[in-house]
Each structure stands twice: as structure tokens, then as C-alpha cells.
């Protein structure tokens, strides 16, 4: 408590002053994750938040490592920061100079319960499509080496049912931007290449696919499919 209390001292406000303004963070990100899909939340929207009306430099990293710990204890949110990679080189050309640079910090929530618990009691069955698109766009990727043409993914989306022309599919809607959805919430990166023949876009994964918990379930589910699919020659 003395800790806290001199964190203050340095900022001049009060700890009601300081409440609010975590709570102000906490419902902004709760609010922007649920209204975004879970796309990331810039780290400068929550410093808009406590600079609109106090211009202490250091305030805002305090805040929002305050949210974060609130949002851990109070409601089982990880707050976690991502950090944007730059395109990999490729031996087929040079990234764009508009897409090799670095995005400025951001923010996602990931739920902290177990994975049976979150099953059960939090994940929302009427979004389980999405779920498996995602799953099977990032599983295509990472079986091509965590790089693929836009031209080649397509060709395996369609061997799906799941064609670009495609608006108003009956589950995913305009598959296009579902496919986008996965680049703004930082499941992919998309890149255009600069090669002899022209540009080429390629799709990458990106930092949310990147994450040990997510790459690790992707290669057991896909090490369960490979192994149904075996057993089920042996069968035949």
C-alpha cells in the first residue's frame, strides 16, 4: 500500500483519480475487444484515455499496467502486448517498404481459465464457425512453411467450398473479408513482394498464430487429422 501510495506522490492525483482512470481503461478495452471481434487495441488509444486530461509522462504506463493487473485478478484477462514482426525475407524478392514497417504497440485479452472450464461455461457455440475457419486458414499456412502466395491459399480454400467470389456464404458471409478479419485481428500478415515477374501477395502467420499455445494445439490438431486420415486407409 505505501508503494502505491508513492507511485502516486510522483503523479500528483489521488487514488480515487487514479480508479477511475483504470476503470476508464478496463471498460475501453473490455468494450473495444467485444465491439472489434478481438482485433488488438493500440497502446495509443489507451494513452489518449489519461492524457485527454493529465499530462504527466509517465502516467499512462502506470495505468495501464494497472488495468492489466486488475483485469488478471478481478476478471481472468490476460492483457497481453503483441509484438508486430516484420516480414520474413523471402528469396523471391524484397517485402514492400509500406509493409515492412513496425506497428506501434497493441493490446489483445486472453482468457485465463482452463481450456475445459472456458469450453464448457464462456465459449460461445454460435461463433464456432469462425473458429474453424481460423483453424483451417492458419493449419494451410503453417503446413506451407508459415508462408504461402495469396494465389496458392486460395487454391486450397476452394478445395474447402471457400471461394473469393463468394459474399454471402450461408456460415461465413463474404469469405474475402473473413479472410481479412484474420489479418486485423493478427492472426495473419499480408505482405506484397517485389519479384522479376511483378508484385506477389503472400499471407504470413502473424503474432496471435505465433503463440506457443496457439501453434502447439494447431500441429495436435493437425496430427490428429493426419493420423484419422491413415488409419482410415489402412482400413479401406
Given at each position: 500500500?505505501?508503494?502505491?501510495?508513492?507511485?502516486?506522490?510522483?503523479?500528483?492525483?489521488?487514488?480515487?483519480?487514479?480508479?477511475?482512470?483504470?476503470?476508464?481503461?478496463?471498460?475501453y478495452?473490455?468494450?473495444?475487444?467485444?465491439?472489434?471481434?478481438?482485433?488488438?487495441?493500440?497502446?495509443?488509444?489507451?494513452?489518449?484515455?489519461?492524457?485527454?486530461?493529465?499530462?504527466?509522462r509517465?502516467?499512462?504506463?502506470?495505468?495501464?499496467?494497472?488495468?492489466?493487473?486488475?483485469?488478471s485478478n478481478?476478471?481472468?484477462?490476460?492483457?497481453r502486448?503483441?509484438?508486430?514482426?516484420?516480414p520474413?525475407?523471402?528469396?523471391?524478392?524484397?517485402?514492400?517498404?509500406?509493409?515492412?514497417?513496425t506497428?506501434?504497440?497493441?493490446?489483445?485479452?486472453?482468457?485465463?481459465?482452463?481450456?475445459?472450464?472456458?469450453?464448457?461455461?464462456?465459449?460461445?457455440?454460435?461463433?464456432?464457425?469462425?473458429?474453424?475457419?481460423?483453424?483451417?486458414?492458419?493449419?494451410?499456412?503453417?503446413?506451407?512453411?508459415?508462408?504461402?502466395?495469396?494465389?496458392?491459399?486460395?487454391?486450397?480454400?476452394?478445395?474447402?467450398?471457400?471461394?473469393?467470389?463468394?459474399?454471402?456464404?450461408?456460415?461465413?458471409?463474404?469469405?474475402?473479408?473473413?479472410?481479412?478479419?484474420?489479418?486485423?485481428?493478427?492472426?495473419?500478415?499480408?505482405?506484397?513482394?517485389?519479384?522479376?515477374?511483378?508484385?506477389?501477395?503472400?499471407?504470413?502467420?502473424?503474432?496471435?498464430?505465433?503463440?506457443?499455445?496457439?501453434?502447439?494445439?494447431?500441429?495436435?490438431?493437425?496430427?490428429?487429422?493426419?493420423?484419422?486420415?491413415?488409419?482410415?486407409?489402412?482400413?479401406?
Amino acid at each position: 500500500m505505501a508503494s502505491a501510495v508513492e507511485d502516486l506522490s510522483q503523479f500528483d492525483i489521488s487514488e480515487e483519480e487514479k480508479n477511475k482512470l483504470v476503470a476508464e481503461v478496463i471498460r475501453y478495452v473490455l468494450f473495444k475487444t467485444h465491439q472489434n471481434s478481438g482485433c488488438p487495441i493500440k497502446r495509443d488509444e489507451l494513452t489518449q484515455l489519461v492524457t485527454k486530461n493529465y499530462r504527466q509522462r509517465s502516467l499512462p504506463a502506470f495505468v495501464i499496467n494497472e488495468a492489466r493487473s486488475k483485469l488478471s485478478n478481478i476478471f481472468g484477462y490476460e492483457m497481453r502486448e503483441l509484438q508486430r514482426s516484420r516480414p520474413s525475407s523471402t528469396n523471391q524478392g524484397r517485402p514492400s517498404q509500406q509493409s515492412s514497417v513496425t506497428d506501434a504497440k497493441s493490446y489483445i485479452i486472453i482468457s485465463q481459465l482452463p481450456a475445459n472450464i472456458y469450453g464448457k461455461y464462456v465459449e460461445d457455440m454460435n461463433t464456432s464457425h469462425v473458429t474453424g475457419f481460423t483453424f483451417a486458414v492458419i493449419s494451410i499456412v503453417h503446413l506451407a512453411g508459415g508462408k504461402i502466395a495469396e494465389e496458392n491459399l486460395w487454391h486450397h480454400l476452394r478445395r474447402l467450398g471457400l471461394f473469393a467470389s463468394n459474399e454471402n456464404h450461408p456460415v461465413l458471409g463474404n469469405i474475402k473479408e473473413a479472410l481479412e478479419a484474420l489479418v486485423q485481428q493478427r492472426y495473419l500478415q499480408k505482405d506484397k513482394i517485389h519479384g522479376p515477374e511483378g508484385n506477389t501477395l503472400f499471407y504470413e502467420l502473424a503474432e496471435r498464430a505465433l503463440d506457443a499455445t496457439v501453434g502447439d494445439r494447431t500441429k495436435e490438431y493437425i496430427s490428429k487429422i493426419v493420423q484419422k486420415d491413415v488409419t482410415s486407409t489402412d482400413v479401406d
